[in-house]
Every structure is written in C-alpha cells, then in structure tokens.
C-alpha cells in the first residue's frame, strides 16, 4: 500500500528543468531519506508534494484520506520572536482561515500536552524560543506538525547545524515515530541517516532510488552509486532513476 505515488513528474522553473522523469512510489510506514547536492531537487519534490508547486508533466497521487505534516528547515523559524514553546506547539493547530488571538479548545491544550511529553519538552514549555538549543528547537517545529498527527511527516534538513548528540536523538525521535507514521526525511546526515531509513533516494534532477527491501549500509549506498557518499552529495553529475520491476519505477 502506497501513501504517495508519483508518475513521469517533470518540474520547470521558466526554462531550467528542476525535475525531470521522476517516478518514485512511498509506502505507508516506509522511512524514506532524501539526498543529493544542494540544487538538486530535493525541496521542490516537498513542494510539488505539498501542493504548493503544479508540475509541468506528470501526477503526484496522495491516498484518500491521508494528511501530510511538514517540518521545515530551522533556519527559515525566526528565534528572535518572543513566543513561548507551547504557544508554538498551539500554532499547529491554526488553519488558513484563524483569526487572530484565537482561542484554542481544551482539547488543543491536552493535544499540545501530549505531544510535548512524547518529545521530552514538556518542561521547556514556558520557555521562550529564543533561549533553546538547537536540537530543542527542532523539537519544538516537529511537535508542531504532530500535533495534528499527520499520516505522513515530511522534514527538511531537520538535523542540519546540530551536534552529534543531537543529530542521534532526533532520528531516534523519528524512528519512534515511524511505527505509526510514514517518514520523508531530506538530510545531508549520512552518517546517521542510513541507521533509520528503509529506503533511500538520491535526487539531482533525475532520481536513483534504493528499495527498502535491500539492506541498507554505508557500504552499500557507495556501491550503489559507485562513489564515496560525501562526493555524492557534493558532486553536479545527474544520477540515473533505478528501480525494480513491480516497484513503480520505470526504467
């Protein structure tokens, strides 16, 4: 069973190709890692997915019913604004149409609670943004997502400038999370990620792609692309799409 499909996707912006012949299917509960070299696509896939970039060819399908979270990178959260962290897990509760000073339900509060707990930052919820570390913030933008329990968390460079400590326990925080929720994780963290993750993509305007029914280690994704993984994320050649038969890929 499928959470997301996607079929012969090409995205352009104006005449340069953002995205070209990408077909790549997400099962549900699956841990997909997105890597590539900074421009290569990979927060325009997010962003096609999300709705908020129509695709020249080609048809993204999301299954009825599912609801996508998004975690955007933390440099784009502004720390400097004096919000306290369980105003900001309650932020996640707004939709488009909120009114300003809107008062959220009982039910929003014990929501915002429980998701705080299950991140181990029920304590720091009156603290203010500004005075968190780095890997306490990036718990603070996942419980904001959670708590409208998505089907599906998409999350952007979530480790990015974090320590080593920190970079552990957030993917132990994803990983938890994976047992009830299908994860798409955009990271340059391979050293951590290939830990987690069932399934890998590497996106450079094309895609190559590692099913989740292959064993996956550091030894094997420089196999795979047949070259050491730091050069990869570094390099401008465009990956080829592999796939299997069967697994939606066209060859």
Do not use: W
Not at 45 to 51: N, P
Not at 77 to 89: G, T
Not at 115 to 140: A, C, F, P, T
Not at 155 to 177: G, M, V
Request: charged share 30%; aromatic share 6%; glycine share 8%.
């Amino acid at each position: 069973m499928y959470d997301i499909q996607i079929k012969n996707l090409q995205v352009n912006y104006g005449d340069v190709v953002a995205l070209k012949d990408i077909n790549l299917n997400v099962r549900n509960k699956s841990f997909l890692g997105i890597i590539g070299p900074n421009g290569g696509g990979k927060s325009t896939l997010f962003k096609v997915i999300l709705g908020l970039i129509k695709p020249k060819l080609g048809e993204v399908k999301i299954k009825d019913n599912i609801k996508l979270g998004y975690v955007p990178q933390t440099t784009s959260f502004d720390k400097s604004f004096p919000i306290l962290v369980k105003d900001v897990i309650l932020m996640g509760k707004l939709d488009h149409n909120f009114k300003a000073f809107k008062k959220y339900s009982k039910k929003d509060k014990e929501e915002a609670v429980e998701v705080m707990k299950k991140l181990d930052i029920y304590h720091l919820k009156n603290r203010q943004i500004g005075e968190l570390s780095g890997g306490q913030l990036q718990r603070v933008l996942i419980g904001r997502t959670l708590v409208n329990n998505p089907d599906v968390l998409m999350l952007d460079e979530p480790t990015s400038n974090l320590d080593s400590e920190a970079k552990r326990e957030i993917f132990e925080i994803l990983k938890e999370l994976n047992k009830n929720k299908t994860i798409l994780v955009i990271t340059h963290d391979m050293e951590y990620v290939y830990k987690y993750i069932d399934s890998i993509a590497c996106l450079n305007q094309g895609i190559h792609y590692h099913d989740e029914d292959e064993s996956i280690t550091e030894d094997s994704l420089k196999d795979v692309y047949n070259c050491p993984i730091n050069l990869l994320l570094q390099s401008g050649a465009v990956l080829k799409r592999m796939g299997k038969e069967g697994e939606g890929l066209d060859d």
